[in-house]
């Protein structure tokens, strides 16, 4: 039996929902109920999945089926050159 494209997104969201280790999804513009399958896409082209609006985490949901594979960090990942900027004058540097 073939699935509509909606019935494919609802059920992904399910998926991602169910097993998100802290991080937030983002979100379809048309349905905010949804989560954004295309969020992350790599430069290929040939993958894609959810990309968490918290610290711009994304993975592919073809390849790792099973979600995520690392805890949302709660804040975006730091650039190596923000993490020398952090280290030479302190954590308030950036904001």
Known sequence: ????????????TERHE?????HVWRREEYDPREVDIFGFCSDDGFHNGPVCVVCGYGFCHHCNRNGP?????GEPEQTEDEKRLTELYGEGVLR
């Open 1 to 12: 039996m073939k699935t509509s494209e909606g019935e494919y997104v609802s059920a992904c």
């Open 18 to 22: 169910a097993n998100t280790r802290g």
């Open 69 to 73: 594979t690392v805890d949302c960090p």
